[in-house]
């Protein structure tokens, strides 16, 4: 059970620090339980995710991309032994309770790796009551990921940063993350030595499985 949880652990630091490209082998271990038995978001957050083949298709990896050993989850994880190794502005980097808020009324996240070339990919939706309610968890979100890049660890960390009224791309080396706002759900890709335009159309596939 100790290699298995330590592979999950990996596999999520991979998928938020920066150059951090990482094979994971193991077993899939159960998932934490679900969150949405009495959700009152109009969105159904398991339809709006793309499937195995789709990522596949989208990043180029085909029969390649795997899925990463528990990393399949029906809540937001902490990785609570990492938040001391970064400042406090950029602990939402190992706190995904803090990325998406504490008003989620559903939440899925999944993520898949590529052994070859060592691409990572991960995908999350949270789904909210409504609009308002999703709109104030982005803006939450890009004002922590403003703080963290005025650190001075920050451009390690997120790099470059772009921000629009319903979107935030960071861009630390070879990594990055990927958040936009849309109806009732904010989403969240994210990569690592992937094309750059794998990103945009993945986001872009993914919202257009979220009702207007």
């Known amino acids: 059970m100790t290699a298995r949880i330590c592979a999950s652990v990996l596999a999520a630091a991979a998928l938020v620090l920066a150059g951090c490209a990482q094979t994971v082998a193991g077993t899939a271990v159960r998932t934490v339980?679900?969150?949405?038995?009495?959700?009152?978001?109009?969105?159904?957050?398991?339809?709006?995710?793309?499937?195995?083949?789709?990522?596949?298709a989208i990043t180029g990896a085909g029969e390649n991309l795997t899925a990463i050993p528990g990393m399949d989850s029906k809540a937001p994880v902490d990785i609570?032994?990492?938040?001391?190794?970064?400042?406090?502005?950029?602990?939402?980097?190992?706190?995904?309770?803090?990325?998406?808020?504490?008003?989620?009324?559903?939440?899925?996240?999944t993520?898949?790796?590529?052994?070859?070339?060592?691409?990572?990919?991960?995908?999350?939706?949270?789904?909210?009551?409504?609009?308002?309610?999703?709109?104030?968890?982005?803006?939450?979100?890009?004002?922590?990921?403003?703080?963290?890049?005025?650190?001075?660890?920050?451009?390690?960390?997120?790099?470059?940063?772009?921000?629009?009224a319903d979107s935030v791309h960071t861009r630390p080396g070879d990594c990055g993350r990927d958040y936009r706002v849309k109806s009732a759900v904010l989403v969240e890709v994210t990569f690592c030595a992937l094309p750059p335009s794998v990103p945009d159309i993945l986001m872009t596939n993914i919202l257009a499985n979220v009702p207007d």
């Open 33 to 56: 339980p679900a969150i949405d038995e009495d959700s009152l978001s109009p969105v159904d957050v398991d339809a709006v995710l793309l499937d195995r083949a789709e990522l596949a």
């Open 80 to 109: 609570d032994f990492m938040l001391e190794t970064v400042p406090l502005q950029c602990q939402w980097v190992f706190a995904e309770t803090q990325v998406f808020g504490p008003d989620i009324e559903e939440f899925r996240k």
């Open 111 to 164: 993520a898949y790796q590529s052994p070859p070339r060592g691409g990572i990919v991960s995908q999350a939706v949270a789904g909210y009551r409504d609009h308002a309610t999703a709109l104030r968890a982005f803006d939450s979100l890009a004002h922590r990921i403003d703080g963290c890049d005025a650190t001075f660890s920050g451009p390690q960390i997120v790099g470059e940063v772009l921000t629009t």
